[in-house]
């Protein structure tokens, strides 16, 4: 039996929301990466999944760094091309996936940005004031940095996230998954100061109240866009350039603090949500390099010495 490419990639882009769990905004990606492989195969005459070959691939891959696209682009889109070819040969569609053999695009390994402690510190101290903005503000940077949240975790956290007795912040991650995480006590302290006096007049601004923890001045809940904003503007009064700041970069230096500070690699992994332990090992490569940097600075032998 033959079976169109343009159905059995609908098929596949259902298994990965309803059975996988994948967000939203992942099954977007897949489809308009295979939306584009289909046009590819299409105008190379392939309409059916039991034709696809390796070749097929690569003459993709190759018209896409035609185009320009970076090694880190191919590479993403290879990866909705090798999930959709597995699916095929997982469901019996095909006799053998398509990828196999097919190389990754060499990306190299981009180490990620990071504040330094310092500036992680002004940043959190710029959060001033004791507006029911300002408080939700402290209170948002604390929970982000002090549990190294995604920001699409963060702004989506219930009001009921945090256990205050326990300490431990519940969050759903990539994937509907659930982890929890603890909190230290300055963002306890924040989030507290917030709910009492922040939260209620916020909430206020509209009917029926949200259930976010995190909201606006119009009650309803944070976006990202929003809060991105907002720490943008915090940042200037830190003295920290913006280009250097995002809630990633927040992420990321809780990682990498927790790292300098001892912490057990596989302890990051789960509080970060990773699935795979090489993604959280990249912030062992950050830290080494951080402390080179101190070393290179402050030892009479470093780089910066005068003698």
Do not use: W
């Not at 308009?32 to 691939?57: K, M, S, T, W, Y």
């Not at 402690?117 to 101290?125: P, Q, V």
């Not at 509907?176 to 006590?185: F, I, Q, S």
């Not at 913006?242 to 990682?255: D, G």
């Amino acid at each position: 039996m033959t079976e169109p490419i343009a159905p059995c990639i609908d098929a596949f882009l259902n298994h990965v929301a309803v059975e996988r769990g994948l967000s939203p905004r992942t099954v977007e990606a897949y489809g308009q990466d295979l939306a584009r492989f289909a046009g590819h195969l299409e105008a190379e005459g392939v309409r059916e999944a039991q034709a696809l070959r390796a070749a097929d691939i690569a003459t993709f891959l190759d018209g896409l760094e035609r185009e320009g696209l970076s090694p880190r682009s191919r590479a993403r889109i290879l990866v909705a091309v090798r999930g959709f070819c597995r699916h095929l040969l997982a469901t019996g569609r095909v006799g053998r996936d398509a990828t196999e053999g097919v190389s990754a695009p060499r990306t190299g390994r981009t180490l990620p940005r990071v504040l330094r402690t310092d500036e992680s510190e002004a940043l959190i101290g710029a959060a001033s004031g004791d507006t029911p903005l300002a408080l939700r503000d402290r209170a948002m940077i604390e929970v982000l940095y002090g549990a190294g949240l995604r920001v699409t975790e963060l702004v989506t956290l219930p009001a009921g996230a945090i256990d205050a007795r326990s300490g431990v912040l519940r969050v759903v991650g990539k994937g509907n998954k659930e982890r929890l995480v603890p909190l230290g006590e300055p963002a306890l302290a924040a989030v507290a100061t917030y709910l009492e006096a922040a939260r209620p007049v916020l909430a206020a601004a509209v009917t029926p109240p949200s259930d976010a923890l995190f909201l606006g001045r119009r009650g309803r809940a944070m976006t990202r866009q929003n809060f991105f904003a907002r720490l943008r503007k915090l940042a200037v009064a830190a003295g920290i350039p913006t280009e250097r700041v995002s809630p990633h970069v927040l992420r990321h230096a809780f990682a990498t603090d927790l790292l300098e500070g001892g912490a057990d690699l596989r302890a990051v992994q789960a509080m970060l949500g990773h699935a795979d332990l090489s993604t959280t090992q990249v912030y062992t490569h950050v830290s080494r390099g951080r402390l080179r940097a101190v070393v290179e600075e402050r030892h009479p032998r470093g780089r910066g010495s005068d003698s």
